[in-house]
T-cell receptor, first 111, second 112 residues
Framework: EDKVVQSPLSLVVHEGDTVTLNCSYE??????LLWYKQEKKAPTFLFML????IEKKSGRLSSILDKKELFSILNITATQTGDSAVYLC???????????FGTGTRLQVTL | DGGITQSPKYLFRKEGQNVTLSCEQN?????MYWYRQDPGQGLRLIYY???????QKGDIAEGYSVSREKKESFPLTVTSAQKNPTAFYLC???????????FGPGTRLTVT
């Protein structure tokens, strides 16, 4: 059975801190790993990673994939209150673009 | 504006009634998906469709049905056979394999 595990489950940090969110996976027929941010309703897409060791970056957010050790991290530097959300990791498996999601990491950024 | 719309936002039904959730996209995406999200849990795949007139069961298809008669539309029916239908339902679409999925705003269904 395909499995995606995220840690920590929740995290409270102060504005300006740097955070690292973890995602490990055990799946058959790995295709890609995706990160989403979910604030209230619809998850919004952050990154898609397919190759090991290549960092994807967007502003203060960055992510990297390790296909040998089967994990990914999402880094957020200089956190802001607007970063408060649930961050979801998903792994795409097979040829039908099916996503298996982790349970998410709830991040709260306080002043 | 291109995007995915889901309606209604909130839906209340009595136990034993079937209910249909709407999902429409104007992104010209071939693939569409239905997920269910319960508190404290990740999204779980109910059904998906890679092309018009074709769809496959996901991980938790029991008690649900779908149709894909048009590229833009992928309605989900929650039947009375679904034992625990109260949940947040999300529809998504993508160009296909190895493309990111885009999500609609979701429908919160409450069955009492």
């Amino acid at each position: 059975e395909d499995k995606v595990v995220q840690s920590p489950l929740s995290l409270v940090v102060h504005e300006g801190d740097t955070v690292t969110l973890n995602c490990s996976y055990e799946v058959t027929n790995f295709r890609s790993l995706l990160w989403y941010k979910q604030e209230k309703k619809a998850p919004t897409f952050l990154f898609m990673l397919t190759s090991s060791g290549i960092e994807k970056k967007s502003g203060r957010l960055s992510s990297i994939l390790d296909k040998k050790e089967l994990f990914s991290i999402l880094n957020i530097t200089a956190t802001q209150t607007g970063d408060s959300a649930v961050y979801l990791c998903a792994v795409e498996v097979g040829t039908a673009s099916k996503l298996t999601f982790g349970t998410g990491t709830r991040l709260q950024v306080t002043l | 504006d291109g995007g995915i719309t889901q309606s209604p936002k909130y839906l209340f039904r009595k136990e034993g009634q079937n209910v249909t959730l709407s999902c429409e996209q104007n992104l010209n995406h071939d693939a569409m998906y239905w997920y269910r999200q319960d508190p404290g849990q990740g999204l779980r795949l109910i059904y998906y469709s890679q092309i018009v007139n074709d769809f496959q069961k996901g991980d938790i298809a029991e008690g649900y049905s779908v149709s894909r008669e048009k590229k833009e539309s992928f309605p989900l029916t929650v039947t009375s056979a679904q034992k625990n239908p109260t949940a947040f339902y999300l529809c998504a679409s993508s160009r296909g394999p190895s493309y990111e999925q885009y999500f609609g705003p979701g429908t919160r269904l409450t069955v009492t």
